[in-house]
């Protein structure tokens, strides 16, 4: 596990999109043994006004005021514990910043951060953090509800790699069973994370039934936006087989 940021270093990243309103995404790339890998923060209006910030990613400042342009960061969501890298440098930025991750996670996420919550506490009707079933509580996700649609930001449990920067994160992605050819539960994240396969089955296949759902936005590859409960059904039969 890469070294918690104890600065405000910003590496490479994209622009930030508004995939919907109130709901920006970015990609980074992290350093990893065998060379970079695309990582993902995603960013949410909440009813207070303020922010929800999904997988924290220093960015530069430019994007930072866009970031605080939609909304204070209210709420920092380390969604399991290899995903703290940039909170505490976060959480320095923000001291009013709150912090919360799935229970499974809080003692590492609160090397980074103290953890002022491990339960859903973002007190908005739209906007729901979920601690996924089947993983022994170590993995969570938001369900964030629009006029448009439904958005489900979820975090290593599907991985689609479908455009990898160069060999090497084709090479990883591979390796790794991060959906280089389509969206899948990463190899590497099943053996570490899946206590339950029937339990997360279960969560796939009841988001799946959502008649609004929109996209999937994943920490690690692209978003799905193409028949995304078509893929919450696939992912599920593979868990249950």
Same mark, same amino acid.
């Given at each position: 596990m890469?070294?918690?940021l104890?600065?405000? @270093?910003?590496m ?7 995939v919907?309103e109130?709901i920006?995404?970015v +990609?980074g +790339?992290? &350093? ?7 990582r993902?923060?995603t960013?949410?209006r909440? !009813? ?6 999904w997988?924290a990613i220093?960015?530069? $400042? ?7 342009a =939609?909304g204070?960061? %209210?709420?920092l969501?380390?969604p399991?514990?290899? &995903? ?9 930025r /923000?001291? @009013? ?7 499974g996670?809080?003692?590492a996420a609160a $090397?980074?951060?103290?953890v002022d !919550?491990? /339960? ?6 739209n906007?729901?953090?979920?601690v =996924?079933?089947? +993983?022994? %509580?170590q993995?969570a996700?938001l ?6 649609? +439904?958005t489900l930001v979820?975090? @290593?449990l ?7 920067d160069g060999?090497m994160?084709?090479?990883m992605?591979?390796l790794?069973?991060?959906g280089v ?10 053996h !570490? ?7 997360? !089955? ?5 988001w799946a039934?959502?008649?609004?759902l929109q996209r999937i936005?994943v920490?690690?590859?692209?978003p799905?936006?193409? @028949? ?5 059904r ?6 249950s087989?």
């Amino acid at each position: 596990m890469p070294k918690l940021l104890e600065r405000w @270093d910003v590496m490479p990243h994209g622009e930030l999109v508004m995939v919907d309103e109130g709901i920006l995404t970015v +990609t980074g +790339t992290i &350093h990893m043994p065998l060379g970079n890998f695309p990582r993902r923060m995603t960013v949410v209006r909440l !009813a207070s006004g303020g922010t929800a910030i999904w997988s924290a990613i220093a960015l530069d $400042e430019r994007q930072m005021r866009q970031i605080e342009a =939609m909304g204070c960061p %209210e709420w920092l969501i380390v969604p399991n514990a290899h &995903h703290r890298f940039d909170a505490a440098i976060w959480k320095d930025r /923000y001291p @009013d910043i709150c912090v919360m991750a799935p229970p499974g996670a809080r003692d590492a996420a609160a $090397e980074a951060a103290t953890v002022d !919550a491990t /339960y859903d506490r973002l007190d908005d009707p739209n906007v729901r953090f979920v601690v =996924m079933p089947g +993983t022994g %509580e170590q993995e969570a996700a938001l369900v964030v509800r629009r006029a448009s649609g +439904t958005t489900l930001v979820v975090n @290593d449990l599907i991985g689609n790699l479908a455009h990898p920067d160069g060999v090497m994160q084709h090479v990883m992605g591979r390796l790794m069973g991060f959906g280089v050819s389509e969206p899948q539960i990463p190899r590497v994240v099943r053996h !570490a994370l899946v206590k339950d396969p029937e339990a997360l !089955a279960v969560q796939f296949r009841t988001w799946a039934a959502l008649p609004d759902l929109q996209r999937i936005i994943v920490s690690h590859g692209d978003p799905i936006e193409k @028949d995304a409960a078509g893929v919450l059904r696939d992912l599920a039969a593979t868990l249950s087989s």
